[in-house]
């Protein structure tokens, strides 16, 4: 038995400096090679590199494609200002819903303008501003419509119409629009504006126009040709009025505010009238 102990004991012994002498050759290989080392490193490292999951990859697919300003990604329009990670393009607005003729009335109105050698685009869709373009902090888009909500709680439901065709331009003459303007319900809009700029000033972003001129635009064209489309304004304004049932009127039910931030659309319902 205690030569069988001796046995093991020295067996271990000669294992033990089996494996340093082998650790020690396989480090003298290392630093004999280092570029060998470095290559196996890296294959190590990249076969225990674990996917990002797609779920992951496309969280803020969102916010990268609206990194881009090649203007000819949308059709030819140039932004206000400039995009920065983090802000958000915001305005807030009562959409429209068109009635049955306003489709072939909007296609009447951009063939004649065609005639005059201008191409109009229609909108992708139809609204009604309440405010201005701004920019709005992406950790301000929860504090910012919990605002809009609280104040908008006891806005009560209303309906304006428009019937004159009017030429606008936006403020940097990158754009110009034809759009209706609206003939009644300015005083109620003008309220609301009051409730929006509140929210707006709050975040110290900009408010309303000081004397906005309420309109549903139609569609646009690139640069400001508001005196071109001005010189055949009353043509176009015909089309509006010589429908066979009357003189065309946009009627908009003004039941439901929206803002859009980013890719996000927040919704307020207005209170029903009495």
């Known amino acids: 038995m205690v030569a069988m102990l001796v046995v093991y004991s020295s067996s271990s012994e000669e294992e033990g400096d089996s494996k340093v002498n082998m650790g020690r050759r396989q480090e ?18 990249t076969k225990t590199k674990l996917p990002v999951p797609n779920c992951v990859l496309s ?34 607005y009562l959409p429209y819903n068109p009635e049955e003729e306003f489709s072939s009335i909007l296609e009447e109105i951009m063939s004649v303008a065609k005639l005059h050698g201008i191409d109009l685009t229609p909108q992708e869709e139809f609204h009604l501003s309440l405010s201005q373009t701004v920019v709005l902090r992406h950790h301000w888009i929860q504090p910012f419509t919990q605002k809009l909500k609280a104040e908008l709680a ?9 019937e ?10 990158t754009r110009t629009f034809i759009g209706v303007e609206v003939s009644t319900g300015n005083n109620k809009l ?56 009357g003189p065309f009127t946009l009627s908009l039910n003004c ?12 919704r307020f319902p207005l209170c029903p009238e009495n």
């Open 28 to 45: 003298d290989d290392s630093n004999a090679h280092p570029a060998k080392k470095k290559r196996k490193i890296e294959q190590m490292s």
């Open 59 to 92: 969280m803020f697919s969102n916010e990268l494609d609206a990194q881009t300003e090649d203007s000819s990604l949308h059709g030819g329009r140039i932004r206000s200002f400039k995009h920065e990670q983090g802000n958000w393009a915001t305005y807030i």
């Open 154 to 162: 006891h806005c009560r439901r209303f309906q304006v119409t428009a």
């Open 164 to 173: 004159r065709l009017k030429v606008y331009c936006n403020a940097e003459k």
């Open 190 to 245: 003008m309220d609301i504006v009051k409730v929006v700029d509140k929210a707006m000033t709050e975040f110290q972003m900009k408010t309303f126009y000081k004397d906005p001129s309420f309109h549903v635009s139609l569609a646009w064209c690139i640069g400001d040709l508001t005196a071109q489309m001005n010189g055949f304004l009353n043509e176009l304004q015909s089309i509006m009025d010589d429908q066979e049932d």
């Open 255 to 266: 039941e439901e505010l929206r803002c859009r931030t980013g890719n996000k659309v927040f």
